[in-house]
């Protein structure tokens, strides 16, 4: 796995009790985009999760958007998630 995304995954593990997570890279779909970069990902998290489940889903995407504040700024520029118990 791309060392970058051991790295997100590490960020969410250490902040909440997840299951599983699968990080899915969707970078390649949007190469004709006018705002495309390759330095920037768009990324797909399936996550599997009682705790993030049984919170509101609203709560839990700001959860998981302010650990990966600084991600989104730098490094991410779309961001799917997906949370399954």
């Not at 993030?52 to 990966?68: E, G, Q, T, W």
């Amino acid at each position: 796995m791309n060392n970058y995304f051991d790295k997100i995954k590490k960020k969410l593990t250490d902040q909440f009790k997840i299951e599983d997570l699968e990080i899915i890279d969707n970078s390649h779909l949007h190469k004709g985009h006018k705002s495309f970069s390759k330095e920037r990902f768009h990324l797909c998290l399936k996550i599997k999760s009682i705790y993030l489940y049984s919170i509101p889903r609203v709560d839990a995407h700001k959860f998981i958007m302010k650990a990966l504040n600084d991600d989104l700024k730098n490094k991410i520029h779309a961001l799917e998630i997906n949370i399954e118990q």
